[in-house]
């Protein structure tokens, strides 16, 4: 996947775009950032439904199962989504303490 990734990026720099391609930039208008933070909560509350249902599979194929597999991937990056935020809002909590 890093590998796409990397690709992406080499294409965008060639075309003079640049920054990272997965965050928002500072200069979008805000009702553009809006939408898009619109669109990635539902995104997050459709795939957390995706991981209740993932684990709670109980199919014996399950392993085997490329959908699965799949969820499987998205289950763990929203684990990480959720570290960085719950990581995040105990920094920011920290600083308006002082």
Avoid: W, Y
């Avoid at 539902?42 to 959908?67: S, Y």
């Avoid at 699965?68 to 935020?85: G, N, P, S, Y």
């Amino acid at each position: 996947m890093a590998e796409a990734k990397d690709v992406v990026a080499k294409e965008a720099s060639d075309m003079g775009i640049g920054g990272d391609m997965t965050t928002p930039q500072a200069s979008v208008p805000p009702q553009v950032s809006e939408e898009f933070l619109k669109l990635q909560s539902d995104l997050i509350n459709l795939n957390a439904k995706l991981v209740f249902a993932v684990a709670t599979c109980e199919c014996e194929k399950r392993d085997e199962c490329e959908i699965f597999q799949h969820a499987r991937e998205v289950a763990k990056i929203l684990k990480k989504m959720q570290d960085v935020v719950t990581s995040t809002s105990k920094k920011v909590g920290k600083r308006g303490k002082r």
